[in-house]
């Protein structure tokens, strides 16, 4: 990566890592055949296109995202949509199966060895700084927030929060912090979740994203790797490490969210149960959604299928379309449509009410 100017943004000296490889067993059969984040979401979108369009709009460059399960269908649609990409703009996008590159018995053992088994790739590129991302959770984020209160901190290690009610943290990794949100203990999924010292009715808990300088996260991920019995995760061993031998610094997401004028609260959802995926989706259906994709000044990029308009005809029967997302291709012949998503090429026909 070339000497930036001073002066440059944090995100044009950071490599952004994308972790694409969970099961998502949780949504059932939309996961038979292909990892969470290729599912789609939003009539048109995947799930990892989140992730991805708030590194880009952030304004970094360099890219990686790692894959392991039920891959084809992610890196088709990651080959198709995102291949924009120019090195000979400083730009780079690379796609990592598990390939066994450090051993011929290995694939990624945990979050933390799917980054440590590529850390050679991450150095080739020199980046100053690395972004490590979920690529299954629906937000809008400026990671450059994110950057600068790292560096300001002087952290070892910045970690990405959201506040939820303190007695609905116990299925997050949650994080005790102090009055200057140093974080002075990580728990994986805590029975009884500490709160925040200015609301101890809230709790800080771990969007998956954490902000390392490249030097500290190779020396981290190399003394893990020597360690006999680390299960090889972030949050269970690379971050706790920190917590008590460096600096770790809690980043609230509310501080970095991207919201357009009619946006009200900082919206992140995991969409990991069928219920919550359902939910996410039908929220885009309100009149005000509290997530807006029609923002132009953050736009959520995809892979664009090629198809002819969405189109509602009368076919015999008045056809109704309310509070609804039709996607390109979609026939509606005669229905009736209520707080209701189509995707791509989805026909309903007459007599049919949704």
Known sequence: MPQMPASAPLSRRTMAYVLAGGRGSRLLELTDKRVKP??????????IDFALSNALNSGIRHIAVATQYKAHSLIRHLQAGWNFFRPERNESFDILPASQRVSETMWYEGTADAVYQNVDIIESYH??????LAGDHIYKMDYEVMLQQHVTEGADVTVGCIEVPRLEATGFGVMAVDTQDRIISFLE?????????DNPEMALASMGIYVFSTRVLADQLRRDASQAGSSRDFGK???????????????????????????????????GTL???????????????????????????TNAAITPPAKVTHDGQRAEVTDSLLSGGCIVSGAVLRRSMLFTRTRVCAGAHL
Not at 127 to 132: A, K, N, T, W
Not at 263 to 269: M, V
Not at 277 to 296: F, G, H, M, R, V
């Open 38 to 47: 290729a599912v789609y979401f939003g009539a048109k979108s995947r799930i």
């Open 127 to 132: 980046p100053e700084f690395v972004v490590i």
């Open 189 to 197: 999924k805590p029975k009884d979740p500490p709160g925040m010292p």
């Open 237 to 271: 061993d690379i971050i706790p490490y920190l917590v008590m031998h460096g600096k770790a610094v809690a980043h609230r997401f509310t501080t970095s969210c991207v919201r357009s004028s009619g946006e009200g609260e900082a919206y992140w959802r995991d969409v």
């Open 275 to 301: 219920d919550a995926y359902w939910a996410a989706n039908i929220d885009l259906t309100q009149s005000k959604p509290p997530l807006d994709l029609y923002d132009e000044e953050w736009p959520i990029w």
